[in-house]
């Protein structure tokens, strides 16, 4: 079954620190994977696409992510962090047929000052 | 300018009543979503159209009915409503799946709580 783990729920870093949310998937097929962000009573944002290609794939606001085939997993990295990245984090995983998104619990990141 | 419109924003109403959210957008796409986002901000897919045919339509109950009247509008009627429709819905656009990239541009979100 398709399927997507964000294993935190909850992460806090101090503003300037570094960040990676974790994301793991499960798919039959070569997936389209995608990290959005969505701020408190706003819609869903996209960060960052992979479809294929080079593994490594830069996003907006100094996101980037890397798909790892061989651990399944698409984790979201930014070397600096800013007050204004605290934000609910998803991942998704695509069907290239459907359109369909299949969306991880989420990551709730919350910035220190 | 708006890409992904969605109206109302809130929605207060009590149980058994019925309401529609109406969604709209100006991105050319042809393809349409409705999402529900629960209490724990858990996101699942209900529906799916493009070019006014419906696509994908998942375990959803039968109180919920999309219409899509053309490429650009895709509305969401939802009969009886029940407590545990509360939730926020989002309406999401993308070009034909399969045919490019097939990037979503999700809506604001209509809150529906139901009393």
């Known amino acids: 079954a398709q399927s997507v783990t964000q294993p935190d729920i909850h992460i806090t870093v101090s503003e300037g620190a570094s960040l990676e949310l974790r994301c793991n998937y499960s798919?039959?097929?070569?997936?389209?994977l995608f990290w959005y962000v969505q701020s408190p009573g706003q819609g869903l944002q996209l960060l960052l696409k992979?479809?294929?290609?080079?593994?490594l794939v830069q996003g907006i606001k100094g996101f980037e992510a890397e798909f790892k085939r061989s651990q399944s997993s698409f984790n979201l990295r930014k070397p600096s962090v800013h007050w204004s990245d605290a934000a609910e984090y998803f991942c998704?995983?695509?069907?290239?047929?459907?359109?369909?998104?299949?969306f991880g619990q989420g990551t709730t990141l919350q910035v220190k000052p | 300018d708006t890409a992904v419109s969605q109206t109302p924003k809130y929605l207060v109403t009590q149980m058994g009543n019925d309401k529609s959210i109406k969604c709209e957008q100006n991105?050319?796409?042809?393809?349409m979503y409705w999402y529900k986002q629960d209490s724990k901000k858990f996101l699942k897919i209900m529906f799916s159209?493009?070019?006014?045919?419906?696509?994908i339509n998942e375990t959803v109950p039968n109180r919920f009915s999309p219409k899509s009247p053309d490429k650009a509008h895709l509305n969401l009627h939802i009969n009886s409503l029940e407590l545990g429709d509360s939730a926020v819905y989002f309406c999401?656009?993308?070009?034909?799946?399969?045919?490019?990239?097939?990037?979503?541009?999700f809506g604001p979100g209509t809150r529906l709580t139901v009393l």
């Open positions: 999401a656009s993308s070009h034909t799946p399969g045919l490019a990239y097939n990037e979503q541009f």
């Open positions: 798919y039959g097929a070569t997936p389209y």
């Open positions: 992979y479809f294929s290609g080079d593994t």
């Open positions: 998704a995983v695509g069907s290239s047929n459907t359109g369909k998104l299949i």
């Open positions: 991105l050319g796409h042809d393809t």
């Open positions: 159209y493009n070019n006014k045919e419906l696509i």
